[in-house]
């Protein structure tokens, strides 16, 4: 088990990185292993170490994903997490992750106690909101294309990374428009 070090962190003081270490909890996690279940109210942040995680619904049988986590970021159910709801998804390990929890009322009541870890909360909200924003408009704005090609420049890791099966339901699109879009951007670069 490694200490929290990250760019994610380099904001923070050897003080406040300190303080925020007091109330980290390392967890590992099994492929697939669950981190928090739809219909659970979350009570953490968790920080990716190795390995990556889904967030996840089940639609019906289906499985739709939602967002995938990857090395040296953040990850939580805001909602859940700030209106004390069940989740409406589930957040699970892809492959054996390594991650830091961070128990919501210990943070919240690191954020009374020091003005840094304060400021450090509220930059990682946030960021965890502007994904998500951005997230949202690339599925107003675009078409399953337009995605793809935004997936491709912006988050490249998710292609590397995440299965085909994954990444269609992610871009909700059926495999086979992700296959034929894949083919169009390869032959389009040959």
């Known amino acids: ?47 990716v170490e ?60 690191l954020y009374t106690q020091s003005p840094e870890i304060g400021a450090f909360g509220r930059n990682l909200l946030e960021q965890l909101l502007i994904v998500q924003e951005e997230h949202a408009n690339i599925f107003k704005l675009n078409t399953p294309a337009e995605r793809y090609q935004y997936i491709l420049t912006h988050n490249p890791e998710l292609l590397q990374k995440v299965s085909l099966t994954d990444l269609a339901s992610y871009l909700a699109i059926s495999r086979e428009t992700l296959s034929r879009i894949r083919k169009k951007y390869s032959s389009s670069i040959l």
């Not at 994610?8 to 669950?34: C, H, P, Q, R, T």
């Not at 994903?65 to 699970?92: E, H, W």
Request: glycine share 4%; hydrophobic share 40%.
């Open 50 to 109: 190795t390995g990556y995680l889904k967030a996840m619904h089940n639609n019906d049988g289906k499985e739709v994903n939602l967002s995938f986590t990857f090395p040296g970021n953040f990850t939580t159910n805001l909602k859940s997490l700030r209106n004390a709801v069940p989740s409406g998804y589930n957040i699970q390990a892809c492959k054996p992750a390594m991650v830091w929890k961070l128990e919501k009322d210990k943070l919240f009541d």
């Open 1 to 47: 088990m490694s200490a929290l070090s990250n760019k994610s962190f380099a904001s923070l003081s050897e003080d406040g990185y300190s303080l925020l270490m007091s109330i980290a909890e390392f967890k590992k996690l099994k492929k697939a292993e669950v981190l928090l279940h739809e219909s659970q109210v979350c009570k953490h942040v968790y920080f």
